[in-house]
């Protein structure tokens, strides 16, 4: 946002009639260290009991930002996130309408990876960049739970879209380059919610003067998901260290 500030100011200076759109493009992607923990299905069965354990999730994103007040930001980040465990059951696990019982082997598979889709509007920036709007999160996954030894399975469909409140907070660090910022994204309907929010330190570097820069960034992310529906019931939390690289044009 401050390279258009300059290149606003650069181009209100100049006697040429051209004007070029004051547009940034973010290209980012990353890794997230992410560990589920806390309990799924209706007999509160901890996913570390059904050995769903840490996994190196993998996340991309495209951002388009303007100078027009009225219209919305927009930025595009999908995340891959998909858990799959095999274990034998030293306690019954119930998914939907199915029971495992103790002593089964059983292969579980929780995919909670998802696209969102986010429309923001960035306040009038002065030493703190602050960007609220509305994040559109569809889920395109499943759970699921496989035993052979049993001839058994079942799988519930994780496919929704939701529409959750999204807010964004960055301060540069002035002459250092460095840069601080928490992210938030939240719904909560009925005994449902979703939480999901991150906190990081980045440093930015300029690439092309005036032009382009490169953002290097480390955090922690959560994710918090309850869900109290007739086929499936989770109190999950998601969280760890990620790191990313961000291409700013």
């Known amino acids: 946002m401050t390279k ?4 606003a100011a650069l181009m209100m200076g100049s006697s040429s009639a051209f004007a070029a759109p004051l547009i940034d493009l973010k290209i980012a992607a990353g890794v997230w260290q992410a560990t589920p923990s806390g309990p799924l299905g209706e007999t509160s069965t901890d996913v570390e009991d059904l050995a769903l354990e840490e996994e190196n999730s993998t996340f991309f994103s495209i951002a388009f930002e303007h100078p027009v007040p009225i219209l919305p930001n927009i930025k595009l ?9 095999d274990t034998v059951l030293s306690e019954t696990f119930t998914l939907d309408d199915a029971t495992f019982t103790v002593n089964t082997d059983v292969l579980t598979d929780v995919d909670l990876s998802h696209t969102d889709v986010t429309l923001y509007w960035g306040l009038p920036e002065l030493i703190i960049d602050v960007d609220l709007g509305l994040n559109i999160r569809s889920f395109s996954g499943e759970a699921s739970v496989v035993s052979e030894q049993a001839n058994q399975s079942e799988t519930v469909d994780l496919d929704v ?12 660090l002035p002459l250092t380059g460095f840069y601080v910022g928490a992210e938030g994204n939240a719904l909560s309907v009925g005994d449902s919610s979703l939480i999901d929010y991150n906190a990081r330190i980045g440093y930015s570097t300029d690439v092309i003067p005036f032009l382009a820069d490169l953002d290097f960034e480390i955090g922690f992310r959560s994710f918090e998901l309850e869900l109290d529906e007739d086929d499936i019931q989770a109190d999950i939390t998601i969280d760890g260290p990620y790191a990313q690289i961000m291409l700013v044009f």
């Not at 258009?4 to 290149?7: E, H, P, Q, S």
């Not at 980040?77 to 465990?85: M, N, Q, V």
């Open 77 to 85: 980040k999908r995340t891959e996130l998909d858990y799959e465990g």
């Open 161 to 172: 879209t939701l529409p959750m409140l999204f807010a964004d907070v960055r301060i540069d």
């Open 4 to 7: 258009k500030l300059l290149l």
